[in-house]
Nanobody
Framework: QVQLVESGGDLVQPGGSLRLSCGTS????????IGWFRQAPGKEREGVSC????????YYADSVKGRFTISRDNAKNTVYLTINSLKPEDPAVYYC?????????????????????WGQGTQVTVSS
């Protein structure tokens, strides 16, 4: 596994939109399940979305379904998380993480993930 690099976090108005990016030059992201996670102050880190390797099947936590979209650009070796209709509960540090190489590896993306490969994350903040 490798540490991925997140970017794109910003200060956004309630109801606004944002696109986060996740990339690396060390592995081909299309070959792995890639999950997006978030951690708000005082809360545990939680999985919000995952994209399977190959067929790109997508998975979402119920709290973000219909508002978040995970996608992958193989030419850029980048996975995106588009956040729409930003809610007060969305501000957090957002992380992406490489999971396994199997298409079923997204099925457990909501489970706690202990890993030394967490990156710095990218901060999403909602303006008051």
């Amino acid at each position: 596994q490798v540490q991925l690099v997140e970017s794109g976090g910003d200060l956004v108005q309630p109801g606004g939109s944002l696109r986060l990016s996740c990339g690396t030059s060390e592995v081909t992201l299309d070959h792995y399940a890639i999950g997006w996670f978030r951690q708000a102050p005082g809360k545990e880190r939680e999985g919000v979305s995952c994209i399977s390797p190959g067929d790109g099947r997508t998975y979402y936590a119920d709290s973000v379904k219909g508002r978040f979209t995970i996608s992958r650009d193989n030419a850029k070796n980048t996975v995106y998380l588009t956040i729409n209709s930003l809610k007060p509960e969305d501000p957090a540090v957002y992380y992406c993480h490489q999971l396994g190489p199997r298409q079923t590896d997204c099925l457990n993306f909501r489970a706690p993930l202990k890993s030394p490969y967490w990156g710095q994350g990218t901060q999403v903040t909602v303006s008051s």
